[in-house]
T-cell receptor, first 112, second 113 residues
């Protein structure tokens, strides 16, 4: 157990639907990062939050959004889902000013 | 932004053989991370290198960062089936304010008994 908790582990949904992925960072970590891993694109950075505020954006689609709550857990919202959104979605967390990134076990999203 | 190229893309070795995976950056590396991923599972942190010429070892895995800080290698000695998986190198760019990792495309390692 890495200390970063992601739920659910698996999600199957239909095209056009909306889903929410949840991440609880490791205790003491203020930053949360979301990544998407697909077969053709590899592991891509989506977005980072630090202590509730958006800090950096990567290759995140407009249909996707995220937030980090006061208790530091984060949610990634994916809407108007398409078949191509099927992927593993990872959350990672890090300590302030530190150089370690701890990854969760991921959520496997399948859009049918 | 930074780009990382990993080679080889895939590797099949006999158990007991040594192997090396390379990661080359388009820019100077300030922090280079190696992770291992079992197929469809999460990433497991292996090592992090920062200084030119730095070398770290854990069990049978050794990672090095070259003096120019643009290339890293991961060497596995006497490979075992438990070493099988995808090895990913990742780099951050703290001096640009972007702390998220950029990853290479990964190296798939199979170890045949």
């Amino acid at each position: 157990d890495s200390g970063v908790t992601q739920t659910p582990k698996h999600l199957i949904t239909a095209t056009g639907q909306r889903v929410t992925l949840r991440c609880s960072p490791r205790s003491g970590d203020l930053s949360v990062y979301w990544y998407q891993q697909s077969l053709d694109q590899g592991l891509q950075f989506l977005i980072q939050y630090y202590n509730g505020e958006e800090r950096a954006k990567g290759n995140i689609l407009e249909r996707f959004s995220a937030q980090q709550f006061p208790d530091l857990h984060s949610e990634l919202n994916l809407s108007s889902l398409e078949l191509g959104d099927s992927a593993l979605y990872f959350c990672a967390s890090s300590v302030p000013g530190g150089y370690g990134y701890t990854f969760g076990s991921g959520t496997r999203l399948t859009v049918v | 932004s930074q780009e990382l190229e990993q080679s080889p893309q895939s590797l099949i070795v006999q158990e007991g053989k040594n192997l090396t995976i390379n990661c080359t950056s388009s820019k100077t590396l300030y922090g280079l991370y190696w992770y291992k991923q079992k197929y469809g599972e999460g990433l497991i942190f292996l090592m992090m290198l920062q200084k030119g010429g730095e070398e770290k070892s854990h069990e049978k895995i050794t990672a090095k960062l070259d003096e120019k800080k643009q290339q890293s290698s991961l060497h596995i000695t006497a490979s075992q089936p438990s070493h099988a998986g995808i090895y990913l190198c990742g780099a951050d760019e703290p001096y640009t304010g972007r702390r998220a990792l950029t990853f290479g495309s990964g190296t798939r390692l199979q170890v045949q008994p």
